[in-house]
């Protein structure tokens, strides 16, 4: 099995500069690559940024702080990802662009190399299609904010073979996740449960006329959640909770997928939920 050195993350917003902290954190010598140089140079400045508030925090010694932010170089050279063993794109969610990057990566990367994908709602499969080592095609879903939710899950899509499955699920542990292991179906396992799961809360709000006070209220103090479905959307986006909806829907046919008229609207208004100021809740 390859050994796992450098990584390589292909984009760093939200979730790629998430993904790169982890790596640099774990030991791993890590290349970001960037469409330009100021959105490389951000993310580095992110990066750096908060791993000296866990320094702050006393969650991190100075001298590995540095010695982490030593770790990790950016590009915006796909060329310069040649030598590393692992391959992690988090760019646009559209499956050409995406099928477009892995043809290049396939050309420019050691047949042996792994790459994956941290898709939501794609195939990965049809992802892996676009390169000759599908063998070598996974996906590692992380959750968003990356360096802070414990979960990643490794899809093994159609072609994926067992070896790339474990030396992905090894690189999820030694980043500090929780592993779980499944197969390339919409949604994975998180999203497929919660989706539908959050349509419905949102449909109760119009058929049992509760308010989303009271919703979240419903189902943090009656069912134990965590946290309030409404304050949960508002949290993740109102914008990116109907994409995904759409998405499985799209996929599934079910209509319970489907997101709900009532946060489309909140959506085409604006109200995308904590990021916009308002959404099932203002914030100030
Ligand atoms: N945001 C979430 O909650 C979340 C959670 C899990 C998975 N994802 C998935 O992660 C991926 C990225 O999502 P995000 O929220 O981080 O998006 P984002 O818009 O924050 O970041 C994407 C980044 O990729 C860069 N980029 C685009 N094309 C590129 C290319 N060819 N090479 C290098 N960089 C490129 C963009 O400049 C941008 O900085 C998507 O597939 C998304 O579905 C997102």
Known sequence: MTEIRTIGVIGLGAMGGGIAQLAVEAGYDTIGREVTGELADAAAGRIGHFL???VEKGQLEQADRDAA???LTTTTELEALAGCDLVIEAIVEELEPKRVLFAE????CRPDAIFATNTSALSVT?????????ERVVGMHFFNPAPLMPLVEIVQAELTSAETVEAAAGVGTRLGKEVVRC???PGFVVNRVLIPLLNDCLRVLDEARVSPEDLDTAMTAGAGWPMGPCTLVDLV??????HASEALYDKLREPRMA???RIVAMKNAGLLGRKSGRG???YD
């Open 52 to 54: 000296t508030r866990k």
């Open 69 to 71: 932010v030593a770790r």
């Open 105 to 108: 990566l396939d050309r420019i």
């Open 126 to 134: 049809e992802i892996a299609a676009a390169t000759s080592r599908p």
């Open 183 to 185: 197969h390339d179906t």
């Open 237 to 242: 986006g109102i914008d990116v909770h109907v």
């Open 259 to 261: 997101p709900p008229a």
């Open 280 to 282: 099932f809740y203002s």
